[in-house]
């Protein structure tokens, strides 16, 4: 079973930049993704990442702007997150599926961390 922690989230203001960080545990060759989730709306994707880090894609609203990458050494995945917009505003959560295709596909691990909250406000 995978054990995802988050962290790094905090209030920051517009144009301002925050890096999140995910360690995740008792796992092997996991595929792992970012998700957000602003009150009142539903979970949404994004970005992901592959095991070997050579691919990775986005979701159009942050494209650009956040920075999915990880370091399989220290067993952690990075988000980014620069020119940050109010609509950011969200309790960001890590995720880890077996393949890296799961998540092209639309598909979503059973896997999450508690979250950590992003606000951006001036």
């Known amino acids: 079973q995978v054990q995802l922690v988050e962290s790094g989230g905090g209030l920051v203001q517009p144009g301002g930049s925050l890096r999140l960080s995910c360690v995740a545990s008792g796992g092997s060759t996991y595929a792992m993704g970012w998700f957000r989730q602003a009150p009142g709306n539903q979970r949404e994707f994004v970005a992901a990442i592959s095991w070997g880090g050579g691919s990775t894609y986005a979701a159009d609203s942050v494209k650009g702007r956040f920075t999915i990458s990880r370091i399989n050494a220290k067993n952690t995945v990075y988000l980014q997150m620069n020119s940050l917009k109010p609509e950011d505003t969200a309790v960001y959560y890590c995720?880890?599926?077996?393949?890296?295709?799961?998540?092209?596909?639309?598909?979503?691990?059973?896997?999450w961390g508690q979250g950590t909250k992003v606000t951006v406000s001036s």
């Open positions: 995720n880890a599926v077996p393949n890296y295709s799961d998540y092209l596909q639309g598909f979503v691990g059973q896997y």
